[in-house]
Every structure is written in structure tokens, then in C-alpha cells.
């Protein structure tokens, strides 16, 4: 049986309707399908995102970190050294009162006499030499002339022994010394020198432990003892 016209284009339409539907369904599933893997992609960028922003973050923390730890070790050197210098400058200070008052002891014949006499001793004893130069400073030069009867026999009281003195008229020390003796032997091949600065600085050294403990306690950072 042969189909009209109008049957043909009805059987057509029908079959462009069913092509469309297909067409549209599997555009709709590919949509679907290219919408999922594109949302599954834009949460692997941002949780990637994320992850190099938290470490980006945890590295600058760190950073920031480390920086206080430097800045507040350098700061806490530093207020140390202040501390440090200002007492030694302290030290320092008493030192100089010490070699200040020396002066004054110059300023007694009597005492200072007696001064001269045990320093040139104390020195001649180091040196246990038969012949021995003593320089003073220009001032005490005369005072020293009296002293040496009294050193040479005081020193040979000590060792049995005699001991010729001379006394260096043409070299002195120099002007600013707080006051003491130079002892020379074997053509000034060998030096002692028993000035009051010299003997200061000695005492400074055994003592300066002590007087940082008196004046500002002991260090409780310091595990032995000086």
C-alpha cells in the first residue's frame, strides 16, 4: 500500500523529533559531563591554590618567626655589652680614684719615703744582681738619694748579700707617673718596673674579680668562680 504525501512528511517530521530529542539529550550529558570534570578541575586549581597559599603563609611565618628570635638575641647582646661597658667603666672609675690617691701618698715625704724603700726592695730581690741603677721621677730624686742606705742594708738583711746602688741622674721617668722606682742590671739589659702605676695595675688584676663582685654582686650566669 503506497503512503500519501502527507503520511511521508508526517513520518518525516516524526523522525527529525526524534533525532532532535537524541541530539538534545546527549548535548545535555556532554554539558553535564564538561560542567562535572570542569568543577572537579577548578577544585583541584583551588585546593592547589590553597595548599601553595598555606605554605606560602607557614613560610613567611617562619620567616617572621626566625626574624623576632635574631632581633631579640642582637637587642638582648646588645643591652649585655651596655651593661658590660658601663661596668667596666665603673671598674674603671675606682682604678682611677685608686691611682688618684697614690699621688697623694707622693705628697708625704715620710710615708712615701718608706714606699720607696720597700718597692726598691721588693725589686732588687727579683733581681738579686750585685749592681743595680734605680730610676725615679725628677722630684723624688733627692728623697731616693736618702733611701738607698736603708734598701741596700734591708736587702742584704734578706739575702747575705751586698748589693751597689746608683742612681740615674740624666734619665727620669716620666713626669706624668704617680711616683715609684725603675730598677735596671747588666746595662738595662734587664728592666723592673715597681712604679705605683705598675703595682696598681698588678693589684687591678688579682682584684678586679673582686671589686666587680663588690660593687655589683656575683654574675648568676657564671657557672665557676674567677
Known amino acids: 500500500m503506497a503512503l500519501s504525501d502527507a503520511d511521508v512528511q508526517k513520518q518525516i517530521k516524526h523522525m527529525m523529533a ?16 564538561a560542567e562535572e570534570e570542569f568543577n572537579i578541575e577548578k577544585g583541584r586549581l583551588v585546593q592547589q591554590q590553597r595548599l601553595q597559599i598555606m605554605e ?5 611565618e617562619k620567616d617572621v618567626e626566625l626574624q ?8 638582648l647582646n646588645q643591652a649585655r655589652l651596655k651593661v658590660l661597658k658601663m661596668r667596666e667603666d665603673h671598674v674603671r672609675d675606682v682604678l ?3 691611682r688618684r690617691r697614690l699621688g697623694e701618698v707622693t705628697r708625704n715625704p715620710t710615708q712615701y719615703s718608706q714606699i720607696l724603700r720597700s718597692l726598691t ?3 732588687l730581690l727579683q733581681l738579686l744582681e750585685a749592681e743595680v741603677t734605680l730610676r725615679v721621677r725628677e722630684p723624688d730624686h733627692a728623697l731616693m738619694q736618702g733611701v738607698l742606705p736603708a734598701a741596700a742594708q734591708e736587702y742584704k738583711g734578706f739575702t747575705g748579700k751586698d748589693v751597689k746602688l746608683k742612681l740615674d741622674s740624666e734619665s727620669f721617668l716620666p713626669p706624668d707617673t704617680t711616683g715609684g722606682v725603675e730598677l735596671l742590671a747588666q746595662n738595662a739589659r734587664i728592666k723592673i718596673s715597681n712604679t705605683l ?21 656575683r654574675n648568676p650566669n657564671r657557672k665557676f668562680a674567677e
Open 56 to 60: 606560602y603563609f607557614e613560610r613567611k
Open 197 to 217: 702605676e705598675a703595682r696598681l695595675e698588678l693589684i687591678a688584676q688579682q682584684l678586679v674579680p673582686e671589686i666587680r663582685n663588690a660593687l655589683f654582686g
Open 18 to 33: 526524534f533525532i532532535e530529542q537524541e541530539a538534545n539529550e546527549k548535548a545535555e550529558e556532554i554539558d553535564a559531563k
Open 96 to 98: 682611677d680614684e685608686a
Open 121 to 123: 726592695v721588693q725589686g
Open 68 to 75: 623576632k628570635k635574631i632581633q631579640s638575641s642582637n637587642m
